[in-house]
């Protein structure tokens, strides 16, 4: 199996139905979620998905795990084609992919013990009927999620545990099915920032000793670095810029990364610099402009950006993005 | 434009609901066991002419509906009549002529009856009403201003207290107490007070009411207290309260101007919805204190198993219900601004 | 809790649960007592053959001196309008009352909960039309309907029960449908279906659990609806001739001249005992719902509680500073609990149109320093210690007329959220302005509006905005507006807490340079409550970081950043992503910051700090000065010294 198609993306779009815009008008407006987004994810890798409220980066993620329907587009994992599954294909897949959520406090069900809740994936899926194996795999996500020793945590409820715990909780019942492909949305945006590079640094051994690919949905790209291999920019529905994380954060071409990357603060007051603060906020996905579409709040739009869509444009082998002044 | 639509929405979800609670009472009527024709007409002493005879005087000897034959539980008339020659269709087309049959007691039109007492319940709940609800929002801001306090514990106790009492027992004792006080215990006015000047007229029926309005308005405004209570709490625990107090605003300014209204919405939303439980107390008050209502209608009716009067009060009370529901609704979508421009 | 994880893990956990609610609900008294009332009426009905004085049916030696006589001691609740005791009628009538209640209101919750649970769990087009069935039917007057059906068909009991029954359910429906859509909407349920489980399994496992305790109240409210009900029916006429009822009881009594005869016992028992059950189901739902549905019942309305100076030497205010805050201390006082010390012993100071960066994680007692300037905190929350001086005058004892003259006036608040700082029902503008119209009361109305019109351009605000409504705006524009707002009187000091936040990274630049260039312009002062030390050396003058209540380090940014002393700063910096280095590996702080009720002995940060030795967790370290502007409290410090 080549090992650039083991999670394959390409063209994938979500239009939601956003209501007739007067009662007896006849056209139908959709909110242009996803727009057409292709990507890669090899093995063991870890990319990273950035982008703001909006950029839909959330819809994304939910169209990755199979718990919305694409309106276009097709999703193959390990060459073979996921896009639409039955119901006990999709299951089947649920044990390859699994997903983390950005709130700890809300994705867990404060009726149900610790024990409960990592033990329910293998409930679900008919893993491990004998009882002393069944505990053992709990353990051994629990430890390897960092809940040591697995006894303490097993009998306790989610009111009971910091927020990083929980997240650590989410993570093992996540791991509890042995998935190939982690997929973390936000996964550190609710906690403290002390705890924050615990779970980032969890994550990233998982990968090298569970093999396990992460993608890592985030609005902060600070948070990105020294953990992820490559990084995504997404802005409205669309992905911008892909590349490696040095390329993306040390050389951006893309006039939106570099005005992102430009107003993340830097922890140092000598380093105080300009920032390119874009004006006004993201467009809505119901109206999408026309041409490039982020050329209304770009700072360096030319004449031709409001007309023609750019198309991504290679930097090097791993590097590109989609603006139009890149054309040469 | 969302406006115009959600209200045009409301208003033909409201006549729906009247289209099904008509058809709802037709049918009642016609499947139930106890139907007008056994039930009604079913005196032994009558003649068999004399029974085919009011069988006709209310329409009884035509089919209930014309293709659904096994629906007429005495099986007379044909399907080859006049398709719409059928008790259904006649039903209809009586009530939109604003005709409701006629009593089997008095023999008089059941509009006639009915619309003189419609007046004299929607006077009744009215005044219970607006009554329970003041001293329920009143007694419920101060419970919930003064939160764990005694005034506090007090105010829920009592309200739980009044909202376990039975209405028609509390009728009973209130007469009771009104009979050694003097106090008028039956009907809406002194016999003969006809004659007398509009304004003793006015007072003699202001004497009447005080029983039956008392009564109701002990018997929901418990349930008021409770709502707005813990309504008001919620308001108060919202960090804009919190911005009001920063700003200074003394404690008076909050409530008048950020916490009442926001605490009054959920209040109007209960109110929609308890109309219909509402009439359930008018229905034993008036049985008790012989208050000539719509209620009262329906007790007396009952006792006689005059069902033609049944039939006209339910339908009136349910319609006025819906249309009540309908004006609370719509209050509601006028005073909170965030459901005028979703 | 920890008598849980000790002892051998219990075979059924719902039995352990059960347990666990029972302990709780004994403590309730309220719904104790409403369990009592009820569980005495209950046994009086089980046993009522071996209570009743006399068989209630056997009428035989029926006589008419027996008529209504008054309670004695042969008859204690006096006799009825055909010579029966009715005392014994009030026991048997118990068993007649509490079956209607109880199986109508089981067909009810069936019924309703069913209904509800597939209207709200699954909602595609037949569930929705179910839902506006439901609706139909509950603004349809449902006594009057009962009363039509039941004298439609024959008044049998089961007949009751049933009409009752299927009559009852829209509430619970409604009620129960709410939940679950509230319930499913919830990121576990998400987080089940990315599981990979079926409708069936979240149902059982995620959906029911969480119902339940809903529908357990309810069903207890429904029960005693069906009881009214019943008792109603019967008065009107409409009940079983064969099972007198109290409802019953009363009609008979009502209708065969009880009244005239001032037969008070025949109409006062029958009564009694319908509110006796009535009453012990409310009080028991009520009960059930403080336990299984807690809420917490404070507002910020509740009085505060007073400030107490514990007698340390008379501070004075230091000359030139604008804001100067002396070793406050907060605790939060709870019944039965320790004080929470939230906040302990911090000092500062802010002088004209600087910018002060106060940081901390989550629950170090930042907000609430914060919230204490203003004497804004919360019941529970009392200033044990220190003082809080504006321009010389101590607003820890100023009176609350003055306060008030203070608030907003001298110091305005940025809140965090400002979708929940601002009132919903109330627009933009007039929040603005009825600020201006609370310290300045004599400005003309034109004036006031442009006023108005013109902090909303301040900060970036088209004037067609203010008449809108708060959830008109975006997450940006609300706390411009909220910035607007805070201006509004043109005050010395702005607290600004978490101000970004919530926010997008670019909209969060928008703010920060906004509230750079008002600084700028207008000269204020500025308290940035945060927890992101980037932002704080982006605009900050200096900084204090708090841990768990205390002060960590204190000192101007340079050195915060640069050369901080206290381990906890070192560590945090250490732990914050540096897009100037994206190779660092982030290092993380171990364990979690300590419970404000449960304050470790010696230095708070002793648990987590690397280089903790025995005195640390043995004494807590005092604040040593280190140079003209920077404070660390550590044992280190003071070795190094």
């Known amino acids: 199996m080549n090992k650039e198609n083991f999670l394959e993306v390409r063209g994938l779009k979500k239009y939601f139905d956003a209501g007739r815009l007067r009662l007896f008008s006849r056209e139908t407006r959709f909110v242009h979620a996803v727009d057409g987004v292709s990507f890669n994810l090899r093995r063991s890798e870890v990319l990273a998905l950035v982008g703001e409220s909006g950029c839909g980066k959330s819809t994304l993620s939910l169209l990755l795990m199979g718990l919305e329907n694409p309106t276009e587009g097709s999703i193959s994992f390990e060459g073979r084609d996921i896009t639409h599954l039955n119901d006990h294909e999709r299951k089947g897949l649920r044990r390859k992919i699994q997903m983390v959520f950005q709130d700890p406090y809300e994705s867990l069900n404060p009726t149900q013990t610790i024990e409960e809740i990592i033990n329910e994936p293998l409930l679900v899926h008919g893993i491990a009927k004998d009882k002393k194996e069944r505990d053992e795999r709990v353990k051994k996500a629990m430890e390897d999620a960092g809940l040591k020793p697995a006894e303490v945590y097993l009998s306790r409820f989610p009111h009971e545990l910091s927020g990083g715990q929980r997240q650590r909780v989410v993570i093992a019942a996540a791991l509890v099915l042995e998935p190939e492909i982690l997929l973390a949305d936000e996964p550190v945006s609710m906690l403290d920032v002390s705890i924050r590079a615990e779970i980032i640094n969890l994550l990233a051994e998982l990968r090298i000793t569970r093999q396990i690919a992460v993608i890592f949905i985030t609005h902060d790209l600070g948070s990105v670095g020294f953990f992820a291999d490559r990084v995504a920019v997404m802005y409205l529905g669309r992905i911008v810029e892909i590349g490696t994380m040095l390329e993306v954060l040390e050389k951006p071409e893309h006039p939106y990364t570099k005005a992102l990357i430009s107003v993340i603060p830097v922890p140092n007051p000598r380093l105080r610099h300009e920032r390119i603060i874009l004006q006004g906020e993201t467009p809505s996905p119901i109206d999408v402009p026309s041409g490039c579409r982020f050329h209304p709040r770009c700072p360096v739009a030319i004449a031709i950006c409001k007309d023609s869509d750019p198309p991504f444009i290679a930097l090097s082998k791993t590097h590109q993005a989609a603006c139009l002044l890149l054309v040469k | 434009m969302n406006r115009t639509r959600t209200l045009l929405k409301k208003i033909a979800w409201a006549v729906f609901t009247i289209l099904f609670v008509i058809v709802l009472n037709f049918f009642l009527f016609r499947v139930l066991p106890g139907d007008p024709a056994r039930a009604g007409i079913r005196d032994p002493r009558l003649k068999k002419e004399a029974v085919e005879m009011l069988r006709v005087r209310f329409g009884l000897d035509k089919p209930v509906i014309n293709c659904f034959e096994s629906l007429n539980p005495i099986k007379v008339g044909s399907c080859a009549v006049n398709p719409l020659d059928t008790q259904f269709f006649i039903y209809i087309g009586n009530l939109f002529q604003g005709e409701l049959g006629i009593s089997y007691h008095t023999n008089r039109p059941v509009a006639d009856i009915l619309s003189e007492r419609l007046w004299n319940t929607v006077l009744l709940i009215g005044a219970g009403q607006i009554l329970s609800i003041i001293i329920g929002v009143i007694f419920g801001v101060f419970a919930a201003w003064k939160a764990h306090t005694s005034i506090d514990y007090s105010a829920v106790i009592t309200s739980l207290m009044v909202w376990s009492l039975p209405t028609f027992w509390l009728a009973i004792i209130l007469l009771f107490w009104g009979s050694s006080n003097g106090l008028p215990l039956a009907g809406k006015a002194t016999p003969g007070s006809s004659s007398l000047p509009l304004l003793q007229q006015w007072a003699d029926i202001f004497r009447h009411m005080l029983l039956p309005t008392l009564t109701y308005t002990i018997v929901y405004m418990g349930e008021y207290t409770l709502i707005m209570r813990s309504s008001l709490i919620d308001v108060l625990s919202e960090d804009y309260i919190l911005t009001a107090k920063a700003k200074g605003l003394s404690t008076f300014q909050i409530l008048k101007d950020h916490a009442l209204k926001n605490a009054m919405l959920p209040l109007v939303t209960i109110i929609a919805i308890n109309l219909g439980f509402t009439v359930a107390g008018a229905i034993q008050i008036e049985a008790v204190f012989s208050w000539p209502g719509l209620g009262g209608a329906i007790f007396e009716a009952v006792g006689r198993r005059d069902f033609p009067v049944l039939q006209g009060a339910f339908l009136l009370i349910a319609v006025t219900v819906i249309f009540a529901n309908l004006i609370a609704d719509l209050t509601y979508s006028y005073l909170d601004p965030r459901v005028q421009t979703e | ?641």
Request: net charge neutral; charged share 15%.
């Open chain 3, 1 to 641: 809790m920890e008598t849980t994880i000790l002892v051998a893990k219990p075979k059924s956990q719902w039995l352990v649960r059960l347990l666990n609610f029972w302990r709780v609900f004994t403590k309730n008294s309220i719904g104790i007592v409403g369990l009592a009332m009820l569980v005495v009426i209950i046994l009086m009905a089980i046993f009522a053959p071996a209570i009743a004085p006399y068989d209630s049916s056997s009428s035989a030696e029926f006589q008419v001196g027996d008529i209504y006589n008054p309670p004695s001691a042969a008859h204690w609740f006096g006799t009825d309008d055909a010579g029966q005791d009715v005392f014994s009628n009030f026991v048997f009538g118990a068993r007649v009352s509490l079956i209607v209640g109880f199986f109508a209101a089981f067909i009810s919750i069936i019924i309703g909960g069913v209904l509800g649970l597939v209207a709200g769990f699954f909602g595609g087009r037949w569930e929705n039309l179910l839902m506006r069935f439901t609706d139909i039917m509950l603004v349809i007057p449902d006594l009057p309907l009962m009363v039509v059906i039941v004298a439609l068909t024959k008044p049998s009991l089961m007949n009751i029960i049933f009409v009752i029954g299927i009559l009852g359910w829209t509430t619970t429906a409604r009620v129960v449908r709410s939940q679950t859509l509230a319930v499913k909407s919830r990121k576990f349920v998400l987080r089940a279906r990315a599981v990979g489980a079926g409708n069936g399994h979240i149902i059982a496992h995620h959906i029911l659990p969480l119902v339940m305790p809903i529908l357990v109240v309810q069903a207890v409210l429904v029960v005693s609806l069906a009881i009214l009900n019943e008792s109603t029916l019967s008065f009107l006429g409409l009940g079983d001739p064969t099972a007198l009822s109290w409802g019953q009881m009363l009609n008979y009594a009502f209708g065969r001249g009880a009244m005239s005869i001032g037969a008070w016992w025949a109409l006062l028992f029958p009564g009694l005992g319908i509110v006796w059950v009535v009453l012990g189901l409310t009080l028991l739902g009520q009960g059930l719902e403080q336990v299984l549905n807690p809420r917490l019942d404070t507002h910020h309305l509740m009085p505060s509680k007073p400030t107490v100076q514990s007698g340390r030497v008379e501070l004075n205010p230091e000359k030139g500073a604008l804001l100067e805050v002396q070793n406050l201390s907060i605790h939060y006082i709870n019944e039965g609990k320790p004080a929470a010390r939230a906040v302990e012993d911090i000092s500062f100071t802010l002088s004209k149109g600087e910018l002060i960066g106060l940081v901390g994680e989550s629950g170090c007692g930042k907000t609430t320093l914060m919230l204490s300037l203003l004497r804004l905190l919360p019941s529970a929350g009392q200033i044990v210690n220190g003082r809080v001086f504006f321009n010389g005058k101590d607003l820890t004892a100023v009176g609350d007329e003055e306060l008030n003259t203070i608030r907003w006036k001298e110091i305005s608040i940025v809140f965090q959220g400002a979708m929940n700082a601002l009132n919903p029902v109330r627009t933009v503008g007039e929040q603005i302005a009825e600020a201006i119209v609370k310290h300045m009361p004599a400005m003309p109305h034109e004036q006031l509006q442009a006023r108005v019109t013109e902090l909303l351009d301040l900060v970036g605000i088209a004037a067609d905005h203010k008449e809108h409504y708060p959830h008109q705006y975006s997450g940006g524009m609300r706390q411009r507006a909220m910035i607007a707002m805070a201006l509004a009187c043109n005050p010395q000091v702005i607290i600004a807490d978490e101000p970004t936040t919530a926010l997008d990274v670019m909209i969060q630049a928008q703010i920060l340079e906004l509230l750079d260039s008002l600084r700028k312009k207008l000269g204020l002062a500025i308290i940035f409550v945060t927890h992101d030390l980037g932002v704080v050396a982006e605009i900050c003058d200096k900084v204090l970081v708090m841990y768990g209540g205390v002060t960590a380090e204190y000192a101007d940014v340079d050195t915060i950043y640069n050369e901080p002393r206290h381990p906890y700063t070192q560590e945090l910096l250490k732990a914050f992503p540096d897009l100037t280095k994206p190779k660092k590996k982030l290092s993380s702080i171990p364990g979690y910051p300590p419970r404000l009720d449960a304050l470790p002995a010696g230095c708070r940060f002793a648990p987590r700090c690397p280089l903790a030795f025995d005195r640390c967790r043995t004494e807590q370290p005092l604040l040593h000065k280190l140079g003209d502007m920077h404070f660390a409290s550590c044992h280190l410090v003071e070795a190094s010294k």
